[in-house]
């Protein structure tokens, strides 16, 4: 069984910067992503970032403003937020995409950390 523990998040300001860290542990191979997504309130849950082979995606929300960074040895992602604002006040979630199968994938999610970012 494949765990994903993410570090807490909190409230901080506006502005501001803060890390968030993921560790995935268990029975890990052919890894096909690691990435972020978040929930806000009432809110569908949406891409943050995810890392793949042949690069790294970001949602249009965050782009230019933050930036994951994948331990590949450690199986661990960085996401690094920069120039927060309160509309990124969400539920941050770490995601791995494993290979499953031939060429299917399976998904796991950690439990979510949140993160509130004040005016």
């Known amino acids: 069984q494949v765990q994903l523990v993410e570090s807490v998040g909190g409230l901080v300001q506006a502005g501001g910067s803060l890390r968030l860290s993921c560790a995935a542990s268990?029975?890990?191979?052919?890894?096909?992503?690691m990435g972020w997504y978040r929930q806000a309130p009432g809110q569908q849950r949406e891409l943050v970032a995810i890392s793949r082979d042949g690069g790294t995606n970001y949602g249009d929300s965050v782009k230019g403003r933050f930036n994951i960074h994948r331990d590949n040895d450690k199986n661990k992602i960085y996401l690094q937020m920069n120039s927060r604002n309160p509309k990124d006040t969400a539920v941050y979630y770490c995601?791995?995409?494993?290979?499953?199968?031939?060429?299917?994938?399976?998904?796991?999610w950690g439990q979510g950390t949140q993160v509130t970012v004040s005016a």
């Open positions: 995601n791995i995409e494993l290979l499953w199968g031939l060429s299917g994938r399976k998904r796991y």
């Open positions: 268990g029975i890990i191979f052919s890894i096909l992503g």
